[in-house]
């Protein structure tokens, strides 16, 4: 199984929107609609902010938003913050009972 | 509140051993499948094992295969991993992880535990 595809690093100004994407195969991101995403803070576990594809937990900001084509799922941020400067990570059903997770990309806002 | 804590890292020598525990609270642990997932030093997320809320299905990467032994005690709400053999390449902190998925089915890390480093170095 090999990792997810993300763009290392993604940047953007306050208020801007930025997209980070997460490349699979037809065997994971493109067999489900089983995509979840994680912020990681320096040092810090990992937090679910979207799964199974479009839910977000509760408390997590509607300036996160998700898509999917193909075997490419997509992560928007909007009206992005410095709050939101961090590591992020999409995670990936992909069958068997196994998941995989992406490369990462950190964020950085200008 | 669900909480997981992580327990039993440090350091051992390559070839060494070490069980990790994970104390689960604050949700019913018998119901839901639960995975180790490990991050080395300035790298990426990646899942080591994984098991149903039964322990009837078990899934290991490649890397640890034949090496970790991942195991549950659902009477006392307690999730294990033995890595025998380390490796340097061992060398991560390990996250308990509670799976999202519903009927114990393994789907995705739902919520993580604050982790406990493992380092393998002489």
């Known amino acids: 199984q090999s990792a997810l595809t993300q763009p290392a690093s993604v940047s953007g100004s306050p208020g801007q929107s930025i997209t980070i994407s997460c490349t699979g195969t037809?065997?994971?991101?493109?067999?489900?609609?089983?995509v979840s995403w994680y912020r990681q803070d320096p040092g810090k576990a990992p937090k679910v902010i979207i799964y199974e594809g479009t839910k977000r937990p509760s408390g997590i900001s509607r300036r996160f938003s998700v898509s999917k084509s193909g075997n490419t799922a997509s992560l928007t941020i909007s009206g992005l913050q410095a709050e939101d400067e961090a590591d992020y990570y999409c995670?990936?059903?992909?069958?068997?009972?196994?998941?995989?997770f992406g490369t990462g990309t950190k964020v950085t806002v200008l | 509140e669900v909480q997981l804590l992580e327990s039993g890292g440090g350091l051992v020598q390559p070839g060494g051993s070490l069980r990790l525990s994970c104390s689960a609270s604050?949700?019913?642990?018998?119901?839901?499948?639960m995975s180790w997932v490990r991050q080395a030093p300035g790298k990426g997320l990646e899942r080591v094992s994984s098991l149903t809320n039964g322990g009837d299905q078990i899934k290991y990467a490649e890397s640890v295969e034949g090496r970790f032994t991942i195991s549950r005690d659902n009477s006392k709400n307690i999730l294990y991993v033995q890595m025998n053999v380390l490796r340097a390449e061992d060398t991560a902190v390990y996250y308990c992880v509670k799976d999202g998925g519903d009927h114990g089915r393994i789907l995705y890390p739902e919520v993580w535990g604050p982790g406990t480093m493992v380092t393998v170095s002489s």
């Open positions: 604050g949700f019913i642990f018998s119901d839901y499948a």
């Open positions: 995670c990936s059903y992909a069958g068997f009972g196994t998941f995989v």
């Open positions: 037809s065997s994971d991101v493109g067999s489900y609609n089983l």
